[in-house]
């Protein structure tokens, strides 16, 4: 856990010279608690001391890049245990592991299912990670199969391969799109821990039990290859979720720097089913990347869904970006809707529009991501707030009539909305399942 103010307070002159520009050492203490000051900005603080603070501001759990400037997600810098205590931060990569012994066409066919993995769902892009090549096959083939890959997605990639005169050449052939290399063990870590820091690249460390684990980490960064991402390898679901737990508590509770690095975890389940609640579990706890076989749409929805859901903001509704949106073959006689920019709200009323057949306008206004009722108690969907938005998209130049229909609910708002946007207000239905018969009356 990071330092209180009290804590870094112990570690300062306690002279109170003002020099940092601050009144006392204690204001400094509490700032540098808050990393709004620098710890430069105290000239006198002791080596031993600055160590120790500087040790203490780095993230618990370190971020790493996957990929290259082109496609790139950072996983690790997570902070705390529970979603409730703040948020998770970076969200789980989803990757697919194809191996080499698939002939071209299939490892083709594979990848273009991958690349088209992709869904929308309360108005976000709900896409997967990573493709990762594992090598069965001799070096010649699996340096082709790179090509392939390389060439058929532009998903960043995963090199797996025990021999590693050829995953040295893949990296070579790979490198321009920073893959990251599987695997670093006691047998071969100075080996792979050379081409890892030659070509700047990410590293999976693997060992079974922790402390074998930390030390090659430690290992590793003492030659400078500090970029690692942890993997106790396939084990029981019970026992990997353990794993994946510990390591958090160490890298957060014990402040362990040898394990605090984001996991890997590979799920080796033939059957989908099987194989979506494994990956679900690793998700939920605490796995930055998770590898699987299957790439049936089905299986996939299921898996980014849960993740959509456990990495979003606990204290930031989902929300929509604020702006007009045409439903329908619209023109300038189409009635226009109000509503708010939750996207539970956007999207019932959406479903309701299209199901109504009246091609119509939908205003989503920006209230940070409240629903209608609790944004117009917060004072964030009243006449004002309203008729901005109406202004910001040109409602106006848009349409050929002054009619709009606001939620029934907020019908109390119909006096100051008309007198401040200047249109006739329409209090539409309370209730979202009323708009498809409220359209098609509404001549
Ligand atoms: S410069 Fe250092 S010693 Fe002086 S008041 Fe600030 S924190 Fe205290």
Redesign the pocket.
């Known amino acids: 856990m990071a330092l209180s103010g009290l804590d870094i307070y112990k570690l300062?002159?306690k002279?109170?010279?003002?020099?940092?520009g601050?009144a006392?050492?204690l204001a400094?203490a509490m700032q540098l608690a808050k990393k709004a000051v620098a710890i430069e900005k105290?000239?006198?603080?002791s080596a031993e001391s600055k160590m120790i603070l500087e040790t203490q501001a780095l993230p618990p759990i370190k971020p790493v890049v996957l990929g290259n400037e082109n496609l790139k997600f950072e996983i690790g810098n997570e902070t705390v245990m529970f979603r409730h205590e703040e948020k998770f931060r970076n969200p789980t990569g989803i990757g697919f592991i194809i191996d080499d012994s698939l002939s071209d066409s299939q490892i083709k066919e594979r990848l273009d299912k991958i690349n088209e993995l992709k869904f929308e769902r309360v108005g976000q892009l709900l896409e997967v990670n990573l493709v990762s090549l594992k090598q069965n096959k001799d070096a010649k083939r699996y340096l082709e199969a790179v090509k392939l890959v390389l060439n058929s997605t532009v998903l960043p990639v995963i090199l797996m391969s025990d021999d590693l005169d050829a995953l040295k050449q893949a990296a070579e052939i790979a490198k321009e799109r920073k893959p990251l290399l599987y695997c670093a063990t006691k047998d071969n870590f100075t080996q792979i821990g050379a081409i890892a820091k030659e070509f700047q690249l990410p590293l999976v460390v693997k060992a079974e039990d922790f402390d074998s684990l930390t030390k090659l980490t430690k290992e590793l960064s003492s030659i400078g290859v500090s970029n690692l991402i942890l993997d106790t390898g396939i084990k029981s679901a019970t026992e990997k979720i353990w794993d994946l737990t510990q390591s958090r508590r160490q890298a957060l509770r014990k402040l362990n720097r040898a394990l605090g690095y984001p996991c890997l975890t590979i799920v080796d389940k033939e059957d989908p089913y099987e194989e979506a609640m494994e990956a679900a579990a690793y998700i939920a706890k605490y796995s930055a990347v998770v590898l699987i076989k299957g790439i049936q749409a089905w299986e996939i929805l299921s898996i980014l869904t849960l993740r959509q859901n456990i990495y979003t903001d606990p204290q930031k509704p989902l929300q929509i970006e604020s702006k007009l949106y045409p439903i329908g073959s619209v023109n300038q006689s189409s009635p226009v809707l109000i509503t708010t920019n939750f996207s539970l709200s956007y999207f019932t009323v959406l479903g309701e529009v299209e199901a109504s057949k009246v091609p119509s306008y939908i205003l989503s206004v920006d209230t940070q991501g409240m629903s209608v009722l609790t944004a117009w108690a917060a004072e964030k969907f009243n006449a004002e707030c309203i008729t901005k938005s109406l202004d910001e998209h040109g409602v106006k130049n848009t349409i050929n009539h002054k009619n709009l229909i606001i939620p029934g609910y907020v019908a109390v708002i119909s006096g100051d909305l008309a007198e401040q946007s200047g249109f006739e207000i329409i209090v539409g239905p309370k209730e979202a399942a009323g708009i498809p018969a409220f359209l098609k009356n509404l001549n």
């Open positions: 300062l002159p002279t109170n010279c003002r020099e940092c601050l006392t050492c400094f105290c000239p006198f603080i």
